[in-house]
């Protein structure tokens, strides 16, 4: 559907980058830090001009994202955090969401009383129940302890199967877990040690 | 907003007993009078039909000078940080009713208006670059992530206001008005002292020094004060509930 190509040129934190994301796929971004992924996430996501250089397919497309960050409003309670970007979301599916990440116990606290792994899972929900044409994940899943981040990520593959998600990880056992198969290839950020390419463990 | 909060009642008690000593020692009520005499007047006051529509009269007049200029100081400064030629347009003109002392606006209203409703313009003209700037702070201090993420999800406007913008720059607003309240009661008397509309707290300030009357003088300030903590209290206290019901989804 919405192959998106993307090159940009004279800029410092990237040269150059070309890429297609396949539509109705998750795909998977690793690269090391500093190689200039948030920038293109940022531009992906329109917070960000690239001084040259365009994206196909991108107008019109409705977007969500996991920050790094949690970007969560402080105030409000879990459901109302979920419910705030994505109105047409009831309450109790919003709860159910919740209870589904093990947040039952919590659910009516404002977010600024939860704990990091607490508030991770209430962002990560937010972009993944949001309506969106494209998701994308910003090392979505750091700071959450193993189990917790199992649980999760089982959760995020299956409300993303079928969907258009760029993953971008440091980790090569998150793109198993998600069934990652495709790869932003032909990437070639501003970096030489990255190497675009992605193996199965052995 | 808090008072520092060491006010302790027994160091109160001990400078009200310095003050009672002082006036007995001191036994001349037009110079001093002591703090049992002001209570006594004030007690007579409180029985007269005008010394509650004096209060009734500056309070109506004083406040609502205070709302005012706190939403017109809260909208200009919302122009002020979409439009950055709002903010400079408006620069010299808040920057000159800051440094203008209070008595050359009263002065001043006094010879262009009657002086019936002077406190509202003299407390208004004093609130508004305070919350003018707080507010424009609190706008300015906001965080960037947070609204990159109201982008993203394109939260729709009236939304965005409530629930992104509105937690982050109250506090800003908060600290804004509790600095205001207090500036706007002292200017707002001070008009009234001068300008003396009929049946004002000022009118009954300027009266009490015509008459050299001391315990009358003290007794009225003490209501100011009164009237003014109280005030602030009771609007920061629904303040903070609006707020928190907003915020709230």
Same mark, same amino acid.
């Given at each position: 559907?919405?192959?998106?190509?993307?090159?940009?040129?004279?800029?410092?934190?990237?040269?150059?980058?070309?890429?297609?994301?396949?539509?109705?796929?998750?795909?998977?971004?690793?690269?090391?830090?500093?190689?200039?992924?948030?920038?293109?996430?940022?531009?992906?996501m329109?917070?960000?001009?690239?001084?040259?250089?365009?994206?196909?397919?991108?107008?019109?497309?409705?977007?969500?994202?996991?920050?790094?960050?949690?970007?969560?409003?402080?105030?409000?309670?879990?459901?109302?955090?979920?419910?705030?970007?994505?109105?047409?979301?009831?309450?109790a599916?919003?709860?159910?969401?919740?209870?589904?990440?093990?947040?039952?116990?919590?659910?009516?606290?404002?977010?600024?009383?939860l704990?990091?792994?607490? =508030? /991770? @899972?209430?962002?990560?929900?937010?972009? *993944? %129940?949001?309506?969106? !044409?494209?998701?994308? +994940? #910003?090392?979505?899943?750091?700071?959450?302890?193993?189990?917790?981040?199992?649980?999760?990520?089982?959760?995020? =593959? /299956? @409300?993303?199967?079928?969907?258009?998600? *760029? %993953?971008?990880?440091h !980790?090569?056992?998150? +793109? #198993?877990?998600?069934?990652?198969t495709?790869?932003?290839?032909?990437?070639?950020?501003?970096?030489?040690?990255?190497?675009?390419?992605?193996?199965?463990?052995? | 907003?808090?008072?520092?909060?060491?006010?302790?009642?027994w160091?109160?008690?001990?400078?009200?007993?310095?003050?009672?000593?002082?006036?007995?020692?001191?036994?001349?009520q037009?110079?001093?009078?002591?703090?049992?005499?002001?209570?006594?007047r004030?007690?007579?006051?409180?029985?007269?039909?005008?010394?509650?529509?004096?209060?009734?009269?500056?309070?109506?007049?004083?406040?609502?000078?205070?709302?005012?200029?706190a939403?017109?100081?809260?909208v200009?400064?919302?122009?002020?940080?979409?439009?950055?030629?709002?903010?400079?347009?408006?620069?010299?003109?808040?920057?000159?009713?800051?440094?203008?002392?209070?008595?050359?606006?009263?002065?001043?209203?006094?010879?262009?208006?009657?002086?019936?409703?002077?406190?509202?313009?003299?407390?208004?003209?004093?609130?508004?670059?305070?919350?003018?700037s707080?507010?424009?702070?609190?706008?300015?201090?906001?965080?960037?992530?947070?609204?990159?993420?109201?982008q993203?999800?394109?939260?729709?406007?009236?939304?965005?206001?409530?629930?992104?913008?509105?937690p982050?720059?109250?506090?800003?607003?908060?600290?804004?008005?509790?600095?205001?309240?207090?500036?706007?009661?002292?200017?707002?008397?001070?008009?009234?002292?001068?300008?003396?509309?009929?049946?004002?707290?000022?009118?009954?300030?300027?009266?009490?020094?015509?008459?050299?009357?001391?315990?009358?003088?003290?007794?009225?300030?003490?209501?100011?004060?009164?009237?003014?903590?109280?005030f602030?209290?009771?609007?920061?206290?629904?303040l903070?509930?609006?707020?928190?019901?907003?915020e709230?989804?």
């Amino acid at each position: 559907m919405h192959r998106l190509c993307k090159s940009f040129g004279e800029k410092s934190v990237l040269r150059d980058v070309s890429g297609t994301l396949a539509a109705n796929r998750i795909t998977g971004l690793m690269a090391p830090s500093g190689a200039g992924k948030t920038t293109l996430l940022r531009i992906l996501m329109g917070l960000e001009q690239a001084d040259s250089g365009w994206i196909d397919g991108l107008d019109g497309l409705r977007l969500s994202a996991v920050f790094q960050e949690d970007r969560l409003c402080d105030q409000l309670d879990g459901v109302s955090n979920l419910r705030l970007v994505t109105p047409s979301l009831s309450r109790a599916e919003a709860r159910k969401a919740l209870e589904t990440v093990g947040l039952a116990d919590c659910i009516g606290q404002p977010t600024r009383e939860l704990s990091g792994g607490q =508030r /991770r @899972r209430v962002a990560i929900l937010r972009g *993944l %129940l949001a309506d969106y !044409d494209l998701l994308i +994940l #910003d090392e979505p899943f750091k700071g959450l302890d193993r189990e917790t981040k199992q649980l999760v990520m089982e959760d995020t =593959r /299956r @409300r993303c199967t079928g969907k258009t998600v *760029l %993953l971008v990880t440091h !980790d090569p056992t998150e +793109l #198993d877990a998600l069934g990652v198969t495709e790869l932003l290839t032909g990437l070639e950020l501003n970096s030489p040690r990255l190497s675009g390419q992605y193996r199965k463990e052995p | 907003m808090r008072r520092a909060g060491i006010l302790r009642p027994w160091a109160v008690f001990v400078w009200l007993l310095v003050w009672q000593i002082g006036a007995m020692a001191l036994d001349q009520q037009i110079l001093l009078v002591s703090p049992i005499q002001v209570l006594a007047r004030l007690g007579e006051l409180a029985l007269q039909g005008s010394f509650w529509k004096a209060v009734g009269f500056s309070m109506l007049r004083i406040t609502g000078g205070f709302l005012l200029g706190a939403i017109v100081g809260t909208v200009l400064a919302a122009f002020s940080a979409r439009l950055r030629l709002v903010e400079e347009l408006l620069a010299p003109l808040l920057l000159a009713i800051k440094s203008i002392p209070v008595a050359s606006f009263i002065i001043l209203s006094l010879i262009l208006f009657s002086s019936r409703n002077l406190s509202i313009l003299i407390s208004f003209l004093m609130v508004l670059p305070v919350l003018y700037s707080g507010v424009l702070g609190g706008i300015r201090a906001m965080d960037r992530q947070m609204l990159e993420m109201a982008q993203l999800f394109r939260i729709p406007t009236l939304r965005r206001i409530r629930y992104v913008y509105l937690p982050q720059v109250m506090p800003y607003f908060q600290a804004a008005c509790a600095s205001a309240l207090g500036l706007c009661w002292k200017s707002g008397i001070a008009a009234e002292v001068i300008g003396m509309p009929t049946g004002s707290i000022g009118e009954r300030l300027q009266q009490a020094k015509v008459y050299l009357d001391t315990p009358d003088l003290f007794a009225w300030t003490l209501v100011i004060v009164l009237v003014s903590l109280l005030f602030e209290r009771f609007f920061l206290v629904v303040l903070r509930q609006a707020a928190h019901h907003l915020e709230r989804m």
